[in-house]
């Protein structure tokens, strides 16, 4: 560890809760040099803030409006330079169990001096937490996905997507205004957003509620005919592979 | 509020500890002995009868004479409930015994005046009936009201353990050790209404409480509440015309506050007002809770287990003539309560 102090950025919605933790890491200085470069009250400030910032370590509420903390740290991981995260709560040790925190750093508020003291030297020491970890401990899927664009964090709400759809190493998501590319795999996002999505092609997930019909397409291929599947809000036709077809028109009929 | 303990007025421990005479002003008491002796009398007919037309036949004649006796005599009762309730139990069942019956002779002898006939040959049995089924009615409100004494306990513990939500106590204690050194003195009245709120928390749930004492414990909480929230919390009372020496199940209006502060305040980054309105209509007293609806966050736990609890105790206590109703109104999410008005006596 450098002689430089520990960068800290604090993101909870409770203005108490951040005061308090100011207040202990102030007290804490002389033992862990520490200074916080940053604070934000909910999850997409903290996004829009922390990146320029450019902290060690963060320390996050788990409970906080439309964004959980949970979430907001998955994101943080799209960064180059992720900071180590901490995750604070105050729920008790059957939350902790049904969150699997477990495998990642937290604290319980009210936070105690020395074991932030504790937990500040360890994140020093090993680093931002692996996407696995925080994926595994994360409760139902994401209300956003996140793209990093020239050291910032871009927020995509799943909501707004039309269709995400393989591409080499990419998948593209694209909505109503434009693509953007994410590096993860399209069986993860169908293992997270199976219910607001279905798969129409081994390549290609689309948005239930932006299907619009469904079109016969390339009866000229030597394939024969088969069908295209039309979105609201985009002019491009997706073709339903034959394998997907009975499980896609069962989905938009029933 | 450090009185609040002497004040409350013991209704339902008295009536679980030691054996008392049901309300006869009560609705549910009322609709029980209605339905309970028209079943008796039914069985009685059909006891005596060949066929279906016998049976209507013996039901109507026993009719003639039950209806007027049973509604004489719920009448009676009601009226006489004030002085029975201050008996002891032994000596107000007799009176009841004695009102049944003489209630009975009356319409006898009526009816036999009516009808220019003076040889009354069902009379004994007509007595006998009223005085078997006062009896029965008499044993099922005793057990009755002995069954609820474990539903009460039971009742009870449950509104601590829904109560004692660790999220709320461990933030507020968070969002105190904040203040200690910026403001000790919010610091220190903060932690008088912790103490004061769990103290209630930790209250005989068997016992009604004034809504003035509740209203102050509800306060108690939102200030609490206010220091961790801070602006996102927004509280509009209407409580001037709020029946305040009305008699109520403790923690009724504080957990469903709460509730409004977990489901409609917390999932949102804006602004949220909670608005509680409290008044009086005739003998009703009605609560109107609302706060912001989210429905993305309908998965939080706990929303639903509260309002069982609080429904379940106003059944204990009120009977069928409360009501709780709650649902989606715009985008508002909104609880109505309906329970009779009760003063101390």
């Known amino acids: 560890m450098s002689s430089a102090p520990l960068r800290v950025f604090i993101v909870d919605d409770e203005a108490p809760a951040r005061s308090r933790l100011k207040e202990l890491l102030g007290d804490l200085s002389a033992e862990v040099p520490n200074v916080v470069v940053g604070e934000a009250a909910n999850g997409r400030d903290g996004l829009l803030l922390l990146p320029a910032a450019e902290p060690d370590v963060a320390f996050v509420d788990i ?29 008790g040790q059957y939350a902790i169990e049904a969150f699997e925190v477990n495998a990642l750093d937290y ?4 936070v105690r001096a020395q074991r932030l003291a504790g937990a500040l030297a360890k994140a020093a020491a090993t680093g931002p937490a692996s996407r696995d970890a925080l994926a595994r401990a994360s409760h139902g899927p994401r209300r956003f996905l996140s793209v990093a664009e020239r050291g910032k964090i871009l927020l995509v709400p799943v909501a707004e997507v039309l269709f995400m759809k393989a591409e080499l190493k990419y998948v593209t998501l694209r909505t109503r205004e434009r693509d953007y590319l994410v590096e993860e795999p399209l069986t993860s996002l169908e293992q997270e957003f199976g219910a607001s999505f279905v798969r129409v092609h081994r390549n290609c997930l689309v948005a239930r509620n932006a299907i619009r019909g469904f079109e016969r397409a390339g ?27 009975p499980t896609v028109k069962a989905i938009v009929n029933g | 509020m450090r009185e609040g303990a002497s004040k409350r007025v013991s209704i339902l421990s008295e009536k679980t500890s030691s054996d008392a005479l049901p309300d006869f002003r009560s609705l549910g008491v009322i609709a029980r002995a209605l339905v309970g002796v028209n079943f008796a009398a039914l069985l009685a007919a059909a006891a005596r009868a060949q066929d279906l ?16 006796a049973l509604l004489g005599s719920l009448i009676s009762l009601y009226v006489a409930h004030p002085l029975l309730a201050k008996l002891p139990y032994r000596t107000g069942l007799a009176i009841v015994f004695a009102i049944v019956v ?12 009516a009808m220019h006939d003076t040889s009354a040959p069902g009379t004994l049995r007509a007595v006998a009936f009223a005085i078997l089924v006062t009896a029965l009615l008499a044993a099922y409100f005793q057990l009755r009201a002995r069954a609820f004494s474990p539903a009460l306990a039971e009742a009870r513990l449950q509104a601590l353990q829904a109560r004692i939500r660790p999220h709320f106590l461990f933030n507020s204690l968070n969002a105190v050790l904040s203040l200690i050194r910026r403001d000790p003195k919010r610091a220190e009245g903060a932690i008088e209404d912790l103490a004061e709120l769990y103290r209630m928390l930790m209250a005989d749930t068997a016992t009604l409480t004034t809504l003035d004492n509740e209203i102050e414990v509800t306060r108690q909480y939102l200030n609490l509440e206010h220091l961790r929230l801070g602006d996102r919390l927004a509280v509009e009372w209407r409580t001037e015309a709020a029946p305040r020496d009305a008699l109520v199940p403790p923690l009724l209006l504080q957990p469903l506050v709460e509730n409004a502060v977990y489901h409609g305040i917390e999932p949102g980054i804006e602004r949220g007002t909670i608005e509680i309105a409290i008044y009086r209509e005739g003998d009703r007293v009605h609560v109107r809770l609302t706060n912001p609806y989210h429905p993305e966050h309908q998965h939080r736990q706990g929303n639903r287990m509260a309002l069982a609890n609080i429904r379940e105790r106003l059944a204990l206590h009120f009977d069928v003539e409360s009501t709780l109703e709650s649902g989606v109104v715009g985008a508002n999410w909104e609880i109505h309560m309906i329970m009779p008005y009760r003063r101390k006596k």
């Open chain 1, 63 to 91: 409970q906080m409006p439309q964004m959980s903390g949970m979430e907001f740290a998955r994101h943080l991981a799209a960064l180059e330079r992720a900071p180590a995260v901490v995750f604070v709560t105050a729920h």
């Open chain 1, 107 to 110: 604290l319980l508020k009210p």
């Open chain 1, 219 to 245: 009866a000229e291929d030597g394939e024969g005919a088969g069908w295209s599947v039309l979105l609201d809000g985009c002019e491009e036709r997706l073709p339903v592979s034959r394998r997907q077809w």
């Open chain 2, 53 to 68: 037309a016998e049976l209507a036949d013996n039901m109507l004649e026993i009719a003639a004479v039950l209806e007027p």
């Open chain 2, 102 to 113: 003489a209630v009975t002779l009356g319409i006898l002898w009526l009816g036999a005046m």
